[in-house]
């Protein structure tokens, strides 16, 4: 069976030309999935004997709410929603005074074991296909009734360990006929994997590139993110510095205060030398303190960026968002397989 809406409109064209169908089907099909049609019949203007030929060789992937939480204190609301297969994925809605951000997640599960992440914990399952991407954005919308004007892929996975599919989706989220989101109102964060940041250079999208910095001397990143042992911290800079010299935008350092760990002075000092030469935002992110996880939030925030910002870096502080809905990624995922016990598997427990 085909995934028909992780297709492009010409490949679209294609497949109805090999079902002896006008390919001009091909726009109207596309349309329709990306209203959020949730099966063939929602079509009406095809003919019927097209929408039973749809049917046998093709499916709608169409996710259902398992969970929603609604932040009594800022509105975000955060979905667990369940795919086809039984495993379970996360997508937050934040709102901010420029509009709504979606963050969506990439795959099911992570493998890049980061110390301080929940969405690690129990390992990756599997990569999300395109349309499981943009579903979370399309019924993220169609649920709340809220448009969105941009996406984050921060949530659950790595998207450049899932670089093929996250491509497609992009490509599709982009499109005209579609929800037509801007490149440049997309984030793309990564933990580091310096193959995909120069495989995304070479193609000069106007996205953004997040990166997952969180410690910028090899010693104290490698203990917290394991990425680190295979693309050191130096290897990351001379791609980033690659990254900006190719596409002229400008990469956000995400780092994740944690006490005690990479919150000094001289850790600030390293990172202003590393990006000099590019420009570069840095973001401090307030710890989520993840019950699993021993490291605890850093009481140098404002010290830090103090630091930062003398020696001229750009440095903000990242507004906490849904504090009293496990909006941490994973964390309601990570809620959901322990209450479930036994069906742990069904919800991406390996």
């Not at 110390?115 to 349309?131: H, T």
């Not at 499109?175 to 990564?190: A, K, P, V």
Request: proline content about 3%; charged content about 25%; overall charge neutral.
């Amino acid at each position: 069976m085909i995934d028909i809406k992780s297709m492009t409109q010409e490949e679209l064209g294609a497949l109805l030309r090999q079902l002896d169908e006008p390919a001009f089907r091909s726009s109207q099909i596309f349309a329709w999935l990306h209203r959020g049609a949730t099966s063939f019949d929602d079509m009406s203007n095809l003919p019927k004997a097209l929408r039973r030929k749809l049917e046998e060789s093709c499916y709608i992937t169409v996710p259902t709410v398992e969970r929603k939480q609604i932040s009594r204190l800022d509105g975000t609301v955060k979905y667990l929603w369940r795919l086809r297969d039984g495993n379970c994925i996360e997508t937050v809605l934040m709102h901010y005074h420029h509009g709504n951000t979606v963050c969506i997640s990439s795959q099911v599960g992570c493998r890049m074991g980061c110390a301080f992440c929940a969405s690690a914990i129990a390992g990756r399952v599997r990569d999300l296909s395109p349309s499981e991407m943009l579903d979370q954005v399309l019924f993220t919308t169609l649920d709340t009734g809220e448009d969105i004007s941009n996406i984050v892929l921060m949530g659950i996975g790595e998207p450049l360990d899932n670089l093929n599919n996250v491509l497609r989706f992009l490509e599709l989220v982009h499109h005209r006929d579609g929800l037509h989101i801007g490149m440049r109102h997309i984030s793309l964060s990564t933990c580091g994997l310096v193959p995909g940041i120069d495989a995304l250079a070479e193609l000069r999208l106007q996205l953004t590139l997040s990166v997952s910095l969180h410690a910028p001397d090899s010693e104290t990143r490698s203990r917290i993110m394991p990425v680190n042992r295979a693309y050191d911290v130096e290897q990351l800079f001379d791609a980033c510095h690659r990254y900006f010299e190719k596409t002229g935008r400008r990469i956000s350092f995400e780092y994740a205060m944690i006490d005690g760990v990479n919150d000094h002075d001289w850790q600030a000092d390293l990172i202003a030398r590393r990006i000099r030469g590019m420009p570069g935002h840095v973001n401090l992110i307030p710890l989520n303190d993840v019950v699993e996880r021993p490291l605890k939030p850093s009481r140098r925030i404002a010290a830090f960026q103090k630091r930062l910002e003398s020696h001229g870096l750009t440095a903000t502080v990242r507004r906490s968002l849904g504090g009293d809905i496990d909006a941490s990624c994973g964390q309601l995922r990570r809620r959901a397989m322990d209450e479930k016990g036994g069906a742990h598997e069904n919800l991406g427990h390996h």
